[in-house]
DNA sequence: TTTCCATGAGAAT
DNA sequence: TTCTCCTGGAAAT
């Protein structure tokens, strides 16, 4: 159950451990066996996140990477281009982009020598809060006579592992894992809102699609088109922090408290991306050390700030927390 | 051992 | 609105 923040994290992770190099792609469960052949010995060149998606872009081995933009930037090896970081315009054309989205279950699983910096799993399900992110201990300890790191045997239903000399990365799980053209990359940007995350974000672009709509504020955070990268965490503690009601229709949201939340968005997330987890409670309101959300999962305690009880309740099927006292009803419920 | 449930989203009804 | 899919950890039995 990754939220975007998991997703740009795993975007720089890939950069970064695999960004320039040629890769082994194979699918050892098989189910993406076609597509895996289409990239393997290719070479990862760019890397892009929107919302839950997850875009990693190789082009063939030995070409240069096509666009002018990416000329030296992403020629030799260890060089990639982070797209998301990046304003508009320096997309590399031509590329095959492996697309994954993680869905409910999937996640990454890194492994590697000591070299391959940070074995870690990223988007795994479940991972309790405050968790250190872990990977497999490798199999093969280095040994003093330079056997080096060797690649496990995948561990679970493996859809898609990729190699490279020095490390290994598995995803098992996921909603989406496909190979698609620039062409179809482009229409998911399209369909997908504005990303705190990325360098191309847009507060104003969110407020006008929030305004729009005569929906409850706590369903329009977890539109993807509205806001792309937001789950059923950050939407409840954000709507906390600014002390708005989940129910509350976005039209009368005033413009000024969605600024407010956008930007609180980009600092949670941020603060997310950097340390793999998401902690939302300010230091002076935690009373135990572990006290990493406000009403996130909380329904029955009090609330860190005013000892009143936390709440939930359904909205379209996901479970949403909130304080009423915090957080005040809207004058009229909308209509379920 | 079995059942339940989850930081999701698209299709079917 | 309900169903469905992908997986695995925790809770229930």
Redesign the pocket.
Known sequence: ???GH?LHRLALAFGELFGGHVVEVSSP?GRFAAGAELIDGWRLVATDAH??HLFLGFAPPDAGVASEAARGEATGAGEYIALAQQGPGAEPAGLRWLRV?L???GSWTFDGDPEFHAPHSIGA?????GEEERGLPSREAPSADGDGWQVPEPR??V?ARLVVGHGVADL??P?ACEIVDVAAKHAVHARLGPDPLRADGDVEDFVSRVRRRRRPIGDLL?D?SIIAGV???YRAEALYRARVHPWRLGVNVPPARLREIWHDLVALMTDGMDTGE?VTTDPHDRREENDHWYVYHRSGKPCLRCDSTIVEDLM????VFWCPREQRRPPRRAQ?
């Open positions: 159950m990754p939220e998991v469960q919302g839950k989205h869905g409910l279950y399900p479940r991972r309790r809060v679970g239903q859809r098992t799980g909603s977890m993807q789950g059923n965490i998401i379209a099927n996901r479970r379920a």
